[in-house]
């Protein structure tokens, strides 16, 4: 089973990249996709699209909530 970061990450997460104009347009297209497989609830997707998100902010030097 898919260990996933709790609601409350996920929705700091969505409102960080969401709240703030100078994020790259690769991860606002990947947390479009992440809201899409929360909106499945496909844990397998969420957990891909978070590992997308965070490979792509790393490589963009974007600062993101941390895990709790």
Known sequence: MTNL???TYLKALI????GDARIPVEIRN???RLMQAIDAN???WIS??????????KE???ELPRRS
């Open 15 to 18: 409102a960080a990249i969401d």
């Open 48 to 57: 891909d699209s978070i590992e997308r998100i965070e490979r792509l902010a």
């Open 60 to 62: 963009a030097a974007v």
């Open 30 to 32: 990947e947390c479009h």
């Open 42 to 44: 496909n844990a397998m």
């Open 5 to 7: 970061p709790s609601s």
